[in-house]
């Protein structure tokens, strides 16, 4: 009888394998000349038999149907199949005589009911230790999963621990992913510029690709990175350090929300409003030219009829000094106000440790409304949909208090950091109004509030609370109010904050 030679080995990495196509083909050679058997071909492939669609298999099937050959010479059973319908394919031939024989080394075989009774049994175990396999994987994903360990490749700025199944901080790249969340949150930059930050810094894919902007887009929205991922669509708290917190990353979702990116335009002009303004009366953009030697700016009018006129871009920037003189603080005035929020700071530390235990007392209670949670889930009295909703809610939240507890504990308190950059920004009006640098104005006022809005040649936006309350302060010590705040040349009050 004639006889085909297969081979086969999965796609895992060669050092998984239980025996190389090269040690199987000297194997079967060697059990072939001892058993004197005439040997027509050599079929090898490298692909698994979890799943019917093997090409070398099909092919050697259908010589085998045509008559080119009688019988197979493989290691195992399980080098012909590990699936149901590929086993079945061998048994049917086998009983209606397309094949005659079937010869394995390690492998007792006979064309009888008895022998293909026990390849039938051969196959099944096969199929059981894929099946097996496959559920052993699955319940070890779920392990990980439920201890917070990232289950997959890791993120650019960490590095898979092979020895601990974990992830850890990159030492190298991860500086650089965390520099790119900050400047990114500035608003100062688009995805295009931190890509080319991050190229012009070295920073790589774990590939050696440089990063493209999708690339850029995708890992600004990683929640990864503050701790918390998803897999299948839940949410998990991750057991790896955090590169950067949760208020960073928001911040950073806060300006992709708010414009994705910056325009920018090469011109031979300069104009340092543009971008800035919409149009009161119709809503379409602000654009501008130079005529005679000034900059006016005007609607586009590309939506309806619009009846505004230019304006000149010195009534601009008159009106937009009016408003930087109100929440305007002098550095003498900023250095007093610093020094009361630092004493504010000490007395503040005393009594955090209250806030730290009822910060903890909290993190336990969301621990425990996540173990109930997970009972009506398993005991289907919550849907699917709704428990991931809940557990994404009550894992945020458990991030932004264990942020709160790490700051106090690290000595810091929450409200002074916030307090001081607020003064501080005030400080940097008045260096604007020092400087006349309109360009740093455009990017002071985007930071402060939010729709800018030019109408009958007034310019007027919404800004923050804080500014808000600032310049309304302002403007009642104008006018002579009892009881006002600090003013520029005055004496200020810290203890207003």
């Known amino acids: 009888m004639k006889y085909f030679i297969y081979t086969r080995k999965s796609t895992d990495s060669e050092e998984r394998q239980v025996l190389s196509i090269e040690a199987q083909l000297a194997e079967l050679k060697e ?147 965390r520099k790119g969340f900050e400047l990114y949150s500035t608003k100062k930059y688009t995805l295009k510029q931190i890509a080319k930050i991050w190229k012009d810094l070295g920073l790589r894919s774990y590939e050696g690709n440089v990063l493209s902007v999708s690339c850029v887009q995708r890992i600004l929205k990683s929640t990864s990175y503050y701790g918390i991922f998803k897999f299948n669509g839940e949410t998990y708290q991750g057991s790896h350090e955090p590169l950067i917190s949760k208020k960073l990353f928001e911040q950073c979702q806060e300006v992709m929300t708010d414009r994705g990116h910056i325009m920018t335009r090469k011109s031979e002009n300069y104009f340092p409003f543009r971008g800035l303004l919409t149009c009161g009366e119709c809503g379409c953009a602000i654009t501008a030219e130079t005529q005679k030697g000034h900059n006016y700016y005007r609607c586009t009018k590309k939506k309806i009829a619009c009846s505004q006129k230019y304006v000149r871009e010195e009534l601009l920037t008159e009106q937009v000094k009016s408003f930087l003189q109100k929440v305007s603080l002098p550095s003498q005035d900023t250095e007093k106000v610093l020094r009361e929020l630092d004493k504010d700071e000490q007395k503040a ?69 916030p307090a001081r950059a607020w003064v501080k920004s005030l400080n940097q009006a008045e260096k604007l109004l020092e400087s006349g640098d309109k360009s740093e104005m455009t990017t002071f006022l985007k930071q402060i509030g939010s729709n800018h809005i030019l109408i009958d040649k007034s310019f007027s936006f919404s800004p923050k609370n804080e500014y808000k309350s600032a310049a309304e302060r302002s403007e009642a010590a104008v006018s002579g109010l009892k009881n006002s705040t600090w003013r520029r040349g005055r004496d200020s009050n810290p203890r207003f904050l």
């Not at 230790?129 to 699955?138: G, Q, R, S, T």
């Not at 898979?160 to 992830?167: E, K, Q, S």
């Not at 409304?369 to 289907?380: P, T």
């Open 31 to 177: 059990f072939a000349a001892k058993e004197k058997l005439e040997i027509v071909a050599s079929l090898c492939e490298a692909q698994t038999a979890k799943e019917p669609g093997r090409m070398k298999f099909a092919e050697m099937l259908s010589f085998l149907e045509s008559g080119k050959a009688d019988g197979i010479l493989s290691w195992h059973p399980d080098r012909l199949a590990r699936n149901s319908i590929d086993g079945g394919q061998i048994i049917y031939l086998l009983d209606t005589g397309k094949i005659l024989d079937l010869k394995f080394p390690t492998h007792w075989f006979e064309n009888t009911p008895q022998g293909k009774f026990m390849l039938n049994i051969a196959f099944g175990q096969s199929k059981y230790y894929v099946d097996n396999l496959a559920e052993n994987i699955k319940r070890g994903h779920r392990a990980k999963l439920r201890k917070g360990i990232w289950p997959s490749f890791a993120p650019l700025g960490y590095v898979n621990n092979h020895r601990m199944r974990d992830i850890d901080v990159d030492t190298e790249k991860a500086p650089l992913v």
């Open 349 to 417: 530390k005393s009594d955090n440790q209250v806030v730290l235990q009822n910060f903890k007392s909290e993190v336990v209670s969301i621990d425990t409304k996540l173990d109930k949670l997970l009972s009506a889930y398993l005991d289907e009295i919550v849907s699917a949909g709704e428990y991931a909703v809940q557990k994404n809610k009550l894992f945020s939240h458990k991030v932004e208090l264990n942020e709160e507890i790490s700051e106090i504990e690290n000595g810091s308190v929450s409200w002074l950091e």
